[in-house]
């Protein structure tokens, strides 16, 4: 079975602060992929990154980067100089390999609140 | 472009009453999906159309729900009748035949409150 884990549930920083959200997972599948969606305040999760676990490059998107680290089942996402744009409940998601892939299991959400 | 739409975006119920929520893809998505968050809980799958047809309806809870997707466009789920448990948000998603894994497009939400 397929587990995320998002231990941090609500997480507070002041604008232009970096803030790391943590991720670890469980699977039995050698191939599956991890997801970061974002939700904002307007309730539509919004897609951000995908990674294909055979893929353990770190990735940079602007103020965005994520750290795959399959050693230890994680896949951590970071924001540099955060802004209050930032502010919304963010999930952690994985996926089999196979098929559509398209059956994701989430974790529970690390709601990010960012203050000026 | 229209994204996903849900409707209604908060239905509040009596237990034993029946609820339907539908959800209008984006057009000319074959693939739409059901999730459902109860409170404080992870996001869980419910279910996947590829048009007309339920590709996979492992997720969903028990035989008190009833998804279709009549010609393939709009989708409808059904709760009869309503439990307590039934409350949360469910979710519409959809996704361009051909699939890029996992990107799917969400709708804002549908809000069941069972009272």
């Keep these: 079975a397929q587990k995320v884990t998002q231990a941090q549930t609500e997480i507070s920083v002041v604008e232009k602060e970096d803030v790391t959200l943590d991720c670890v997972y469980e699977t039995r599948d050698t191939t599956y992929y991890l997801f970061w969606y974002k939700q904002p305040p307007s309730g539509e999760l919004v897609f951000l990154i995908r990674r294909n676990s055979f893929d353990e490059q770190n990735e940079i998107s602007g103020r965005y980067s994520w750290n795959f680290q399959k050693s230890t089942s994680s896949f951590n996402f970071t924001i540099t100089a955060s802004q209050v744009v930032d502010s919304a409940v963010y999930f952690c998601a994985l996926s089999e390999a196979g098929g559509t892939a398209s059956k994701l299991t989430f974790g529970t959400g690390t709601r990010l609140q960012v203050t000026l | 472009e229209a994204g996903v739409t849900q409707f209604p975006s908060h239905s509040v119920i009596e237990k034993g009453q029946t609820v339907t929520l539908r959800c209008d893809p984006i057009s000319g998505h074959d693939n739409l999906y059901w999730y459902r968050r ?74 069941l409150t069972v009272l």
């Design chain 2, 38 to 111: 109860v409170m404080g809980k992870e996001i869980k799958f419910l279910l996947h159309f590829v048009k007309e047809s339920k590709q996979d309806e492992s997720g969903m809870p028990n035989n008190r729900f009833l998804a279709e997707r009549t010609g393939g466009t709009y989708s409808t789920l059904k709760v009869q009748p309503a439990e307590l448990e039934d409350s949360g948000v469910y979710f519409c998603a959809s996704s361009p035949r051909r699939i890029v894994p996992g990107e799917l497009f969400f709708g804002e939400g549908s809000r």
